[in-house]
């Protein structure tokens, strides 16, 4: 059974940094895509950041030039280094893994909260 098992998050006060990651286990598909969402109290889930097969790499507005996406592949695991955090920044972060050609899969979500 597939299990995406994400870890990082945490209380940090505002221009702090946190790394999130987000390994996936029980399958032997390489991963395709990779992305962070996150979903703050009251709003909906919205993509934060998205790293394709080939590490191409694409940014919500609000996160460009703070934060990074990256993988590594060997150990099916993702990565978000959130720098200059601010307190709009507070959610609860779920990291999608696409492994070979099933459906994407999600980890249960880890919150991240930055305090002004």
């Known amino acids: 059974q597939v299990q995406l098992v994400e870890s990082g998050g945490g209380l940090v006060q505002a221009g702090g940094s946190l790394r999130l990651s987000c390994v996936a286990s029980?399958?032997?598909?390489?991963?395709?895509?990779m992305a962070w969402y996150r979903q703050a109290p009251g709003k909906q889930r919205e993509l934060v950041a998205v790293?394709?097969?080939?590490?191409?790499?694409s940014y919500a507005g609000s996160v460009k030039g703070r934060f990074t996406i990256s993988r590594d592949n060997a150990k099916k695991a993702v990565l978000l280094q959130m720098n200059s955090l601010k307190p709009e920044d507070t959610a609860v972060y779920y990291c999608?893994?696409?492994?070979?050609?099933?459906?994407?899969?999600w980890g249960q979500g880890t919150q991240v909260t930055v305090s002004a």
């Open positions: 790293i394709s097969s080939r590490n191409i790499t």
């Open positions: 029980g399958s032997t598909l390489s991963p395709g895509v």
């Open positions: 999608n893994v696409q492994l070979g050609r099933e459906a994407p899969y």
